[in-house]
């Protein structure tokens, strides 16, 4: 990164999942290694695979939003909403004293709106072929709208788009955040992802692919990244925010700097439609590619927050590829699947394993991988998984790893602040 590029930190965030509703509940729940897996209670399940995912907890819509208004969102809006609204109050990016037309919202979804598309498509089939949409089919459908809702809420005038690169959404979204403030295009940007497709066709359709566990004897240790004996993901859901602002104008404005995004990476693994390349090349690429772009050396890493879906070719294939990016230093890393905890959020899993990330570096903790029960021994012992419990360590910085259906890889590097 030789150009004089703006550095770009972050005043906010915004947090919920599976596990903890806000910020500092999502922290409790990985610090303290809580799984948010349980059967599925949106929908009859008796016929299904799998018959479990990380469904929210405590949510209801009349907690956020009028009932008209409600009604007008698919569930990935509304999650959005939500996210980015304790986001923007944290960072305090709600004041009229900031140039509106400066602060933008990149918002990320993998899939959209599934359950509006599955509510109108059933009712009209049910029907006498008469189409009788509601008006609000479309507008709740596309995947951009979460970010127009967000901005028309706040009034952000700003760079105003969607990214979509399945489960590495969010993750290019916060690239893309960075590029635009780096390049002085935004003073701010309200950044991250949102998806709930734990629906029949979610279900149903991973189930087709052979991709989810069916570990239905035992739904809350399903998600086993790198155990010998893990068969599949399991599907999450919630949202998860960022705000990225140009540091200048957030010390400005006296703005709380949680840590600093000082680099991304991108890359395609050009190999097959859902699974790895068996050498990692792809993610070799896209490690890489961050680093060089946050003008860091591999051994400046200390926490590796990685993909990590508990799948049997991922998982390996991963860590393969960080042993060829980090060489020796690969075993004095911490390394850690939160999807173990959370599940797997597809478009939203970059977002809110980027707030992991940023809350690790501030609490100077590493949240753990749980649910491992047999090593695998493809997978090489001197690797530091932090199974089990969460460890105590100062992080100078952290990687975050994302990688999506069709050979999409995203990197994000987030640093410990200093002026």
């Given at each position: 990164m030789n150009l004089p590029y703006k550095r770009v930190v972050v005043t906010g965030i915004g947090?919920?999942?599976?596990?903890?509703?806000?910020?500092?509940?999502?922290w409790d729940g990985l610090a303290n290694g809580v799984s948010g897996a349980d059967f599925i209670k949106?929908?009859?399940?008796?016929?299904?695979?799998?018959?479990?995912?990380?469904?929210?907890?405590?949510?209801?819509?009349e907690d956020h939003f009028e009932r008209?208004?409600?009604?007008?969102?698919?569930?990935?809006?509304?999650?959005?909403?939500?996210?980015?609204?304790?986001?923007?109050?944290?960072?305090?990016l709600d004041s009229d004293t900031i140039n509106k037309d400066r602060v933008g919202v990149i918002w990320a979804s993998g899939i959209g709106g599934m359950i509006t598309f599955i509510e109108e498509m059933t009712a009209f089939n049910k029907g006498d072929g008469t189409p009788r949409f509601n008006p609000f089919f479309i507008p709740k459908l596309i995947l951009d709208i979460a970010a127009g809702h967000i901005s028309m809420k706040y009034g952000f005038r700003g760079p105003n788009f969607a990214t979509v690169s399945a489960c590495a959404s969010s993750t290019n979204a916060l690239i893309d955040a960075l590029m635009y403030i780096r390049c002085g295009k935004a003073d701010a940007i309200v950044t991250g992802g949102s998806e709930a497709v734990i629906?029949?066709?979610?279900?149903g359709g991973f189930?087709?692919?052979?991709?989810?566990?069916?570990?239905?004897?035992?739904?809350?240790?399903?998600?086993?990244?790198?155990?010998?004996?893990?068969?599949?993901?399991?599907?999450?859901?919630?949202?998860?925010?960022?705000?990225?602002e140009e540091l200048e104008h957030a010390k400005k404005r006296g703005a709380t700097i949680l840590a600093e995004l000082v680099g991304g990476g991108m890359s395609a693994d050009a190999y097959h439609l859902t699974a790895p390349h068996p050498e990692g090349?792809?993610?070799i690429n896209v490690m890489n590619n961050a680093l060089e772009d946050a003008n860091m050396k591999p051994e400046d890493i200390d926490y590796i927050n990685v993909h990590g879906t508990s799948t049997p070719l991922g998982d390996v294939a991963e860590l393969t590829a960080i042993q060829k990016v980090f060489g020796e230093h690969a075993y004095k890393l911490n390394i850690s699947s939160t999807k173990s905890m959370t599940g797997h959020l597809l478009g939203g899993a970059g977002a809110i394993e980027a707030v992991a990330s940023i809350l690790a570096i501030m609490h100077e903790t590493i949240p753990p991988t749980i649910n491992h029960f047999t090593d695998d021994p493809a997978?090489?012992?001197?690797?530091?998984?932090?199974?089990?419990?969460?460890?105590?360590?100062?992080?100078?910085?952290?990687?975050?790893?994302?990688?999506?259906?069709g050979g999409h890889n995203a990197s994000v590097i987030f640093k410990k602040y200093e002026d």
């Amino acid at each position: 990164m030789n150009l004089p590029y703006k550095r770009v930190v972050v005043t906010g965030i915004g947090a919920l999942t599976p596990i903890g509703n806000t910020v500092p509940e999502y922290w409790d729940g990985l610090a303290n290694g809580v799984s948010g897996a349980d059967f599925i209670k949106q929908f009859d399940i008796s016929k299904f695979k799998t018959k479990f995912a990380c469904e929210l907890k405590g949510y209801s819509v009349e907690d956020h939003f009028e009932r008209k208004e409600g009604r007008k969102l698919d569930r990935f809006s509304q999650l959005a909403v939500v996210a980015a609204a304790e986001a923007v109050k944290n960072a305090g990016l709600d004041s009229d004293t900031i140039n509106k037309d400066r602060v933008g919202v990149i918002w990320a979804s993998g899939i959209g709106g599934m359950i509006t598309f599955i509510e109108e498509m059933t009712a009209f089939n049910k029907g006498d072929g008469t189409p009788r949409f509601n008006p609000f089919f479309i507008p709740k459908l596309i995947l951009d709208i979460a970010a127009g809702h967000i901005s028309m809420k706040y009034g952000f005038r700003g760079p105003n788009f969607a990214t979509v690169s399945a489960c590495a959404s969010s993750t290019n979204a916060l690239i893309d955040a960075l590029m635009y403030i780096r390049c002085g295009k935004a003073d701010a940007i309200v950044t991250g992802g949102s998806e709930a497709v734990i629906t029949e066709s979610g279900i149903g359709g991973f189930n087709a692919m052979k991709a989810l566990s069916e570990r239905n004897e035992d739904p809350k240790t399903a998600s086993r990244p790198f155990d010998l004996n893990r068969d599949g993901f399991v599907l999450g859901e919630g949202a998860a925010s960022v705000i990225l602002e140009e540091l200048e104008h957030a010390k400005k404005r006296g703005a709380t700097i949680l840590a600093e995004l000082v680099g991304g990476g991108m890359s395609a693994d050009a190999y097959h439609l859902t699974a790895p390349h068996p050498e990692g090349l792809g993610v070799i690429n896209v490690m890489n590619n961050a680093l060089e772009d946050a003008n860091m050396k591999p051994e400046d890493i200390d926490y590796i927050n990685v993909h990590g879906t508990s799948t049997p070719l991922g998982d390996v294939a991963e860590l393969t590829a960080i042993q060829k990016v980090f060489g020796e230093h690969a075993y004095k890393l911490n390394i850690s699947s939160t999807k173990s905890m959370t599940g797997h959020l597809l478009g939203g899993a970059g977002a809110i394993e980027a707030v992991a990330s940023i809350l690790a570096i501030m609490h100077e903790t590493i949240p753990p991988t749980i649910n491992h029960f047999t090593d695998d021994p493809a997978i090489d012992p001197r690797f530091n998984l932090t199974f089990h419990t969460a460890q105590k360590r100062k992080i100078r910085a952290a990687l975050s790893n994302t990688f999506g259906f069709g050979g999409h890889n995203a990197s994000v590097i987030f640093k410990k602040y200093e002026d």
